[in-house]
């Protein structure tokens, strides 16, 4: 929902919808059964690993380990998160779950180099593998993990927390299936050096994936824009609203996952009402760009000489040259 209309002060509004879902309850469930099964099966394959001298089942048991911990960091967050405002943390704690999401991205690069170091040099120097051992735990391991999968895949992975969990997850399921080939070599071969290949294999699938978790929960502790707006656009997009003669200070970014916010100074006509053109914002802010949690401050040109926010940050976007969007009501009706 946008702000109820009511003025905290002249010209200024504050929107409050915080675009979350109430599905933390679920989620809670979801990650601790995939949790119950992930910790069971890595148990297993410790011991086998080492019974079989496999690196891609160590490296395997190694990424579920990192699983676990991902999953577990994910119901620790996830509750912080959900820690109500109080006293300077204004927005709550809702960045632990991008401090989680980092957290996890960067195991899996840590991880990711370990396993090729150790993979390039059983590939230079391979010890003998049990092909059998491996190949039938790889693909009971492919069973856990698609189970794990399925679950976490319900839960709500617009946060970043739930998506690094299954991030790791996925990346175990596309490890396993990679071991399940290497040992079926090494077991019909004798080719030990396919075990290495596999554990490569495993090394390259986390960088991609701790990659991409360290990228978007950097843009999000950066305050970067949410992916897919561009502020240029939006801040010209408001600039040709009726009334608006010009937009400045315009700062969009996200607090948590799927939590995006806006503030920006607006410029109106002497002509205009300030707070219909603010509910106007508001609502295109919201159709268009699902942004609801927005705080606009709305002045008059005081006249051609009033200079406003003479060290405005960043672009001003003037309505001067360009079409306004007229559709409807406009807020310059009297």
């Known amino acids: ?6 003025d905290h002060k002249a010209g200024h509004g504050h929107g409050h ?3 979350h879902a109430i599905t933390a309850g679920a989620d809670r469930r979801l990650l601790s059964g995939a949790l119950a099964l992930i910790l069971a099966f ?6 086998i690993g080492l019974v079989s001298g496999s690196l891609a089942l160590i490296s395997d048991a190694a990424h579920m380990m990192t699983d676990a911990f991902a999953i577990a960091l994910a119901l620790v967050a996830m509750r912080i998160a959900a820690r109500p405002p109080k006293g300077g943390y204004t927005f709550g704690l809702r960045r632990a779950e991008i401090l989680s999401a980092q957290l996890n991205g960067l195991t899996l690069i840590l991880l990711a180099a370990y396993f090729v170091y ?6 230079i120097d391979p010890p003998p593998v049990e092909g059998q051992f491996v190949f039938w735990t790889a693909l009971a391991g492919i069973a856990v993990n698609v189970a794990a999968t399925y679950l976490i895949s319900r839960a709500d ?16 399921l596309f490890a396993f299936i990679a071991t399940a080939v290497a040992g079926l070599v090494v077991w019909t071969t004798g080719l030990s050096r396919a075990d290495a290949v596999a554990s490569l294999v495993v090394a390259a699938l986390m960088v991609k994936a ?4 360290l990228r978007d929960a950097g843009r999000v502790l950066m305050e970067a824009a949410p992916a897919g707006v561009d502020p240029s656009e939006l801040g010209a997009r408001l600039a ?4 608006v003669e010009e937009v400045h200070d315009l700062h969009v ?4 996952s799927g939590y995006p916010a806006l503030s920006a100074h607006v410029l109106v006509d002497t002509q205009g009402d300030c707070h219909a053109v603010r509910r106007d914002l508001q609502e295109l802010l919201r159709e268009a760009y699902g942004i609801t949690h927005t705080t606009l401050e709305v002045d008059h040109v005081a006249g051609p000489a009033h200079v406003h926010c003479e060290d405005a940050h960043g672009p001003r976007h003037m309505a001067a040259g360009e079409p306004h969007d007229h559709a409807g009501n406009s807020p310059c009706d009297h």
Do not use: K, T
């Open 118 to 123: 150790e993979g390039v040099r059983r590939l």
């Open 210 to 213: 701790g990659y991409g978790l």
């Open 253 to 256: 970014w996200e607090v948590s």
């Open 240 to 243: 040709r609203r009726p009334c």
């Open 1 to 6: 929902m946008i702000g109820d209309g009511r």
């Open 17 to 19: 919808g915080h675009g």
């Open 42 to 47: 890595m148990a297993v394959e410790v011991v």
């Open 157 to 172: 992975r617009s946060s970043l927390n739930v998506e690094g969990a299954f991030q790791h997850i996925l990346n175990d």
